[in-house]
Antibody, heavy 120, light 107 residues
Framework: EVQLFESGGGLVQTGGSLRLSCAAS????????MSWVRQAPGKGLEWVSL????????HYADSVKGRFTVSRDNSKNTLYLQMNSLRAEDTAVYYC?????????????WGQGTLVTVSS | DIQLTQSPSFLSASVGDRVTITCRAS??????LAWYQQKPGKAPNLLIY???TLQSGVPSRFSGSGSGTEFTLTISSLQPEDFATYYC?????????FGQGTRLEIK
């Protein structure tokens, strides 16, 4: 059974940093692209970043480019999101999601989410 | 960036109704579109990908169609568990984008 479990969320001050983790199990982690998606309170879904199975290719939303870094450790079956220079508008539930291997690679499994609150 | 516009944003319907949600892309995205269902406090759930392919385990009352810039999600006979928010997503090019969502409520 595929399982994704996010951790690392919490309350952080404006300008601060936080690292989210997503522990994966039930599939060959290194063979799949992974993504982060966030949802501000009461709002819709916003794609944040994605990373290829090898970790060699990454993409970011303009809203986080230069501040967030996605990475993965395939030996630990874990995905990460390093978030720096956090702003109030980064407050959201952050989900990690597994990409389906076949094109166009939609997100077929999601974690339960971890809440990040950025406050001054 | 490719913008996705869903209509309607809010839909009130009854159990047994047939409902259709539309998603329009600001430029052509071939069939690189997915639909998700999200219930309050839960993660999204993949329903359809490649515009019309039903994800494994999703009831057959859900169907999708379209290509290019116009897509539809249809629920043939609403069940109580279908009342939720639905999002379309384009995977044609980066940045990946979502529609703003359609909230489906019980009439």
């Amino acid at each position: 059974e595929v399982q994704l479990f996010e951790s690392g969320g919490g309350l952080v001050q404006t300008g601060g940093s936080l690292r989210l983790s997503c522990a994966a199990s039930g599939f060959n982690f290194g063979s799949y692209g992974m993504s982060w998606v966030r949802q501000a309170p009461g709002k819709g879904l916003e794609w944040v970043s994605l990373i290829s199975g090898s970790g060699g290719s990454t993409h970011y939303a303009d809203s986080v480019k230069g501040r967030f870094t996605v990475s993965r450790d395939n030996s630990k079956n874990t995905l990460y999101l390093q978030m720096n220079s956090l702003r109030a508008e980064d407050t959201a539930v952050y989900y990690c999601a597994k990409r389906r291997v076949t094109a166009p690679q939609p997100f077929d499994y999601w974690g339960q989410g971890t809440l990040v609150t950025v406050s001054s | 960036d490719i913008q996705l516009t869903q209509s309607p944003s809010f839909l009130s319907a009854s159990v047994g109704d047939r409902v259709t949600i539309t998603c329009r892309a600001s430029q052509g995205i071939s069939s690189n579109l997915a639909w998700y269902q999200q219930k309050p406090g839960k993660a999204p759930n993949l329903l359809i990908y490649s515009a019309s392919t039903l994800q494994s385990g999703v009831p057959s009352r859900f169907s999708g169609s379209g290509s290019g810039t116009e897509f539809t999600l249809t629920i043939s006979s609403l069940q109580p568990e279908d009342f939720a928010t639905y999002y379309c997503q384009q995977l044609n090019s980066s940045p990946i984008t979502f529609g703003q969502g359609t909230r489906l409520e019980i009439k």
